[in-house]
């Protein structure tokens, strides 16, 4: 009996020992990824090594070859994170029509949308350098991500909205630039115009004339 009991309480410490390890690597994982977004954002694919990033992420450089393999297969956990994060902020939220009335529910999405541009800038950052280059990131990119949501944008807009087949182009790019330049730029905005686009009330502000803008 005494031996069972101390083979359960060996056990049971085992188990525990097991489940912190197991939450270490989950917490050391995620923030590789989250100092991994700020870094591609900002200097770019090339710009950035995996050195950078485990210098930001407080670890070294061997834990994220241990996590993700390749600073590539890195950059894809960083998107993939990004994209989870916009994902329930617009597009999940137009396909579930939270709303009775469809054109308000369209706004209230865009209104979610800039407010996740405001709290992530680096978001914007990172599809515009991405989006400048004609390889296989960026067929990663819209393959994985960008082709299946801008379907479900392009039927709220054609079905619920009335714009036109030749109109979505430009309404999504509309909606992507006028919605997050604000915040990417914001040290400029602050000196141009005297105002933080930074502040609650300044968000608030922009997503209403934005949510209004594309949906009158």
Same mark, same amino acid.
């Given at each position: $009996? ?15 020992? +097991? ?7 989950? %917490? ?15 200097? +770019?694919?090339? +710009? ?33 994170? =990004?994209?989870? %994060? ?17 054109? %308000? ?21 990172? $599809? ?17 991500? =960008? ?9 709220? $807009? ?59």
């Amino acid at each position: $009996m005494v031996r069972d009991q101390s083979k359960l309480k060996n056990t049971k410490r085992e188990n525990a020992k +097991g489940t912190t390890r197991s939450k270490k690597r989950e %917490e050391t994982s995620a923030r590789i990824v989250q100092a991994a977004r700020q870094s591609f954002a900002k200097r +770019g694919f090339h +710009g950035t090594s995996t050195r950078d990033i485990a210098t930001e992420a407080g670890t070294n450089q061997g834990l994220i070859t241990y996590h993700f393999g390749t600073k590539d297969a890195l950059w894809r956990a960083a998107a993939d994170n =990004l994209f989870e %994060e916009i994902g329930g902020r617009l597009f999940d939220r137009l396909a579930l029509r939270q709303l009775a009335d469809e054109r %308000e529910n369209a706004r209230e999405s865009i209104r979610e949308f800039v407010r996740f541009s405001a709290e992530y800038p680096e978001f914007f950052w990172l $599809m515009v350098d991405e989006g400048k280059n004609a390889d296989e990131r960026l067929d990663w990119l819209i393959t994985t991500h =960008l082709r299946p949501r801008f379907n479900v944008l392009a039927d709220y $807009m054609l079905n619920e909205l009335g714009y036109s087949q030749t109109d979505l182009p430009h309404v999504y790019y509309a909606l992507a630039g006028a919605a997050s330049l604000i915040f990417a730029v914001a040290p400029e905005c602050r000196q141009l115009t005297g105002v933080d686009p930074l502040k609650k009330e300044v968000i608030e502000r922009h997503a209403d004339f934005v949510a209004r803008l594309i949906v009158a």
